[in-house]
């Protein structure tokens, strides 16, 4: 059974900092494209960023660029957020999902909460 | 960035009915456009991908179709489980994207 869990979320200030990390099982994790989608209070869905199976090709959304890296260890089956500069509109469930080439998010972890306030 | 725009937003049917939800690209797409279901407090979940094509152990009632800058989601028969926000995403480009949901109630 294939298996994705979130955790590194909370409760920041402003300018602050987090990262988030997602354990993989059940699946060839080292084969596979992972991604960071968010989810932000009152509005749909955004994605943030992904990586490749070795790590050599990231690619992020705009708004997050130069403040988010998007990281992996396949030795230990992990994806990383490092999420720096925080703002109140990152304030979002933040969901790890593995990428099916040209097929989208097939599974999905159950999302770790981060808020960003003062 | 490619926009993607869902319609309606909000819908409320009965059990039974058929139900259409389309979703419009801002640029052409080809076939790279993928359906999620979310419920409250669920990951979302992979429906369609490839415009049409069914993902394993999704039920048959649900379907998709289009190409290019305009598609659809089809709902034959809803049932009370059926109950969800349904997002469309585009994989042709990055970054990617999602439309802005259809709420779905059962009446």
């Known amino acids: 059974e294939v298996q994705l869990v979130e955790s590194g979320g909370g409760l920041v200030q402003p300018g602050g900092s987090l990262r988030l990390s997602c354990a993989g099982s059940?699946?060839?994790?080292?084969?596979?494209?992972m991604s960071w989608v968010r989810q932000t209070p009152g509005k749909g869905l955004e994605w943030v960023a992904n990586i490749n199976q070795d790590g050599s090709e990231k690619y992020y959304v705009d708004s997050v660029k130069g403040r988010f890296t998007i990281s992996r260890d396949n030795a230990k089956n992990s994806l990383y957020l490092q999420i720096n500069s925080l703002r109140a509109e990152d304030t979002a469930v933040y969901y790890c999902a593995t990428e099916g080439w040209l097929v989208g998010f097939d599974f999905w972890g159950q999302g770790t909460l981060v808020t960003v306030s003062s | 960035d490619i926009q993607l725009t869902q319609s309606p937003s909000f819908l409320s049917a009965s059990v039974g009915d058929r139900v259409t939800i389309t979703c419009r690209a801002s640029q052409g797409i080809r076939t790279y456009l993928t359906w999620y279901q979310r419920k409250p407090g669920k990951a979302p979940k992979l429906l369609i991908h490839?415009?049409?094509t069914l993902q394993s152990g999704v039920p048959s009632r649900f379907s998709g179709s289009g190409s290019g800058t305009e598609f659809t989601l089809t709902i034959n028969s809803l049932q009370p489980d059926d109950c969800a926000t349904y997002y469309c995403?585009?994989?042709?480009?990055?970054?990617?994207?999602f439309g802005g949901g259809t709420n779905v109630e059962i009446k």
């Open positions: 059940g699946f060839p994790f080292s084969r596979v494209w």
């Open positions: 995403q585009q994989l042709n480009s990055y970054p990617l994207t």
């Open positions: 490839g415009a049409s």
